[in-house]
């Protein structure tokens, strides 16, 4: 008897032990707003940025913005932590009070539970004059993140593969962007286009070309209220036509399901790719590719999607991860100047060659090529991405930043599923119309 | 109660508070978390989850999509007899007296000591087109190259065949151990009364290995079941190689439907527990120590 008691006892404490580790906290320390700093001589504290940028933890880069930071606020002091799979860890830790000072909000969280997790960073009315697209981050007319930089969209592609296979000029058709890719395969043995198919995340880029064929701002919001978001002629369904007509035509790279994304920015540099479907953030890597490989980094150009409208290219921009201030955190006034340095002034953009957030703030060099050609830069609206992740999730296809539906369109492309090009996007028709009506919004 | 005593009741469990600890801890705690989340509409962040009854298992059970993957397991069933087969083939070679034995047991082990997620990298290597098997079939006058992991039946069976060759060596040490127990004098007699290999092997070994044989079983088929691993790290379940754990994690982490992923994995629990008893009961063995 007294042995069963004592194992009871054992069990009991142990489970009470568990319990109180397993519960998560949701209570908030504090203010729950973080407001700019106004003398940056009073802000104090130590504050923990996470990062998904582990290259620039290790080498240093960030650890020298820090420095500059501190030139103008001598009292905070700031570390960084570099997190590999920043998406999967961070909103494990999410759970505790244990998530940084400032963080990169993980697509994730679901954007009405903000207010839970972030503290807010001021009314949208104010700060969508400062910044472009805070209405991604923004819950009761507060905004709880903002970008520190935007990405435009194209085709990363290698000059010299496509001199050599003829072209001069950027097509402007998705048929005429076939024949180009033929030739390249024809003319350079080059591979015309690579998929990434394996790692999966290169491919959710091909969500990106909405706004690329209509030039419209709002068709990244449309698929919230539209049963059908690949319907004929819509960016969707030219854009994932023109990915099945790659592969379909054998213009990808033969094997899918074995590619490797480090090697394949050293295969673009070095000529043995024709092209990828990416952001425009994968210049510079492709640029430090080419030069690690000893080539010219001039030879990574970047075209827009091959279609026109009034004679014009367009180039949707929308946000990369947002910035925002954990609601735990014990130092918000110097977490919130760190978001503002590091958005403004830090230079962290332009050594990126990315798009600014900050309005009015220029274009860079990178995206010159575009600017001369008169690309337009279409703005992504952003006000509808809550809804359209949560149609998402539950019609389990995968249109945003999720690989899966596309890596079945490749499957039935290359011929390792059955169906057809109609087929599939009837299906996914049918299941985002029933999630439509079944999500919990 | 004399001093004695409390010590006599209380040792025993200070030696089990460590295991005990650990395993509540890592296995029940978390069980009992996953039927709780099971009943929830949690999305795997937020901090409030909303109790929904049993609308998960409803939709898990309306949906026979969600049951369709565990086709792929047959591709692993297949593969765990082949697996047994040969474990009992090598166990069976090396419990007798041949050179190099030891070195022989080291090598068929080790793979089994190996990571599985490096052993998923060092595969994919091995399957890419002009990679390491295409190089060695090669040699063998089978030139060209071959997308083994492209699609479908080919990179099921090869993803089954690199799971053969990862979990044969557990297999295998467990026969050893047990032929190995079987007292020598057996086999002196039976050599005496004129007894081969073959029938040595069928009337002392397999009868002596009954308990392990029935083991290795069920560890095979709740294995190939909940296979995941290295379709997840090799294929990450793309091109018709989807397990359904694999399935499951989708549901909990990309789709955030971390109530329906719950309800899931216990059905997957439930059925695994049934197959177990079922072999129970349509395999009976005798009361043995080692099961």
Redesign the interface.
Known sequence: M??TA??GS??AA??L???SC?G???SSSGGDSAASPTDPAAVTGDIKVLTQRTDLVQDGTLKKYAARFNEIYPKVHVTFEGITDYE?EV?IR??TSNYGDVLMI?A???TD?YP??FASLGSAGELAKKYTFTEKATVGGKVYGIANFANADGFVYNKDVWQQAGITDWPTTPEEFLADLRAVKAKTGATPYYTN??D?WPLTAWTQVQGAVTCDPAATDEPAGDPDPWKPGGDLNTGDTLLYDIVHDKLSE?????TNWENSKSLLATGKIGTMWLGSWAIVQMQDAAKKAGRDPAEIGYMPFPSQKDGKFCTPVAPDYQEAVNIHSSHKAAARAWIDWFTDKSGYVQDNQAVPTLRGGQQPTALKPFQDAGVRFVEMSQAKAATVTAI???S?I?MTD?P?YR?HLI?VA?G??GGDLQGVFDDLAKKWASAQKTA?L | MSRARVWR??TP?LYL?VP??LL??FTY?PVG?MIRDSFT?W??????RRYVGTRNYVELFTRPELFQVFSVSLYYLVASVVQIALALYFATVLSFDVRLRNLFKGILFFPYLLNGVAIGFVF?YF???H?TLDTVLGAFGAHGHH?W????RT?NTSLAGVSVWRFMGLNFVLFLGAIQSIPGELYEASELDGANRWQQFRHIIAPGIKPVLSLSAILAVSGSLSAFEIPYIM??G???TQTFVIQTV??A?????VGLASAAAVALLVIILLVTWLQRVLVPDERSDLV
Do not use: C, H
Request: net charge positive.
């Open positions: 007294k042995r004592l194992a054992l069990l142990m489970a032990l568990a319990t397993g998560g906290g949701s999967g909103k999410m759970n993980p994730a969280v679901k539970d839970k997790f198919y394996k999966g033969p094997d899918p399901t074995t998402d999730n539950q389990e995968g999720k899966d890596r499957d290359r390792a599923a919990s | 009741t209380v469990w508070a005990l600890a509540i801890t705690v978390n509409d999305d795997g962040v937020s901090p409030d994919l399957f890419q087109p990679g997308f992991l492209s699609g479908g990179a294929t990450s793309a091109a018709g989708k549901l982490f990309e789709f955030g439907k």
